[in-house]
């Protein structure tokens, strides 16, 4: 059983969703993996939110590592022993440094992007553009707030909403090696969002040409994290 090797805080987190094919979500899974859906239905998830306090359990944050944005593009996905998790076809973040170690440590696809995040009144305008890392370019621009009238509440279980928010377990590979990584935290305060403005190619870069708006928006202002070491899927090939 793997340990806690990292503590973070993931906050103003906006979850964007379209629905996709899943044969097409699975041809683009390694093997040990397959597409899980929820009423016979596949989502595509695009998610821009900012780090804060990121650093190993044996250290205090750093300023100048510790904070960043960043942003992902996610499927939902079982391994072969029915393990309900997400699988990242894109990460971006701000921070070079953090960008390499977390595609050494943690086997993701992150890229270093130049990323910005501002607070208009209850409006949030986020943008990034990436710098590094094929495939380029691939951007996403976003102006967006919670829904007036709509309350912070917790998704409730057995719903569309839990099954696409409360997600504890994440997959990368390496070569031929299928990893899993735990993540421990609160479950999400949350409610439905409305933006302004979306333009963005971080799904098309990433295999997926969505040419409709996404059907759900949700915005939470965060959790606090802790992220366990990665350990290799047992059926996985070494």
């Keep these: 059983m793997s340990r806690v090797v990292m503590r973070q805080e993931w906050r103003e987190l906006l979850f964007l ?7 097409a979500v699975q ?14 239905k596949t989502y595509l998830g695009l998610v821009p939110f900012t780090m804060r306090n990121v650093r190993p359990v044996w250290s205090p944050p750093v300023p100048w590592l510790s ?9 939902y996905v079982r391994d072969n022993a029915g393990r309900a998790g997400v699988y990242f076809f894109s ?6 440094i953090a960008v390499e170690l977390a595609r050494g440590l943690f086997k993701l696809p992150y890229h270093w992007a130049k990323m910005r995040l501002q607070h208009d009144g209850s409006q949030i305008h986020y943008a990034t553009e990436r ?9 996403c621009r976003l102006r967006y707030a919670p829904e007036p009238g709509t309350v912070l509440a917790p998704a409730a279980p057995q719903t569309l909403e839990h099954f696409l928010v409360e997600r504890y377990l994440l997959f990368s590979i390496a070569g031929s090696t299928l990893y899993s990584g735990r993540v421990a935290h ?3 305060q949350f409610q439905p969002a409305v ?33 366990f070491g990665l350990e290799r899927v047992p059926d996985s090939p070494r």
Aim: charged share 15%; glycine share 4%.
């Design 17 to 23: 969703h379209w629905e996709v094919s899943p044969d």
């Design 27 to 40: 041809a683009r899974l390694p093997p040990g993996l397959t597409v899980d859906t929820f009423a016979g």
């Design 67 to 75: 904070h960043f944005h960043e942003t992902n593009v996610r499927v």
């Design 91 to 96: 990460l971006e973040a701000a921070n070079p």
């Design 131 to 139: 710098l590094t890392h094929p495939p380029r370019p691939a951007h």
């Design 186 to 188: 609160p479950p999400y």
């Design 195 to 227: 933006y302004a403005e979306l333009s963005q190619n971080l799904t098309h870069a990433a295999g997926f040409p969505l040419e409709t708006p996404p059907l759900l928006a949700h915005y939470s202002p965060g959790v606090e994290v802790e992220v």
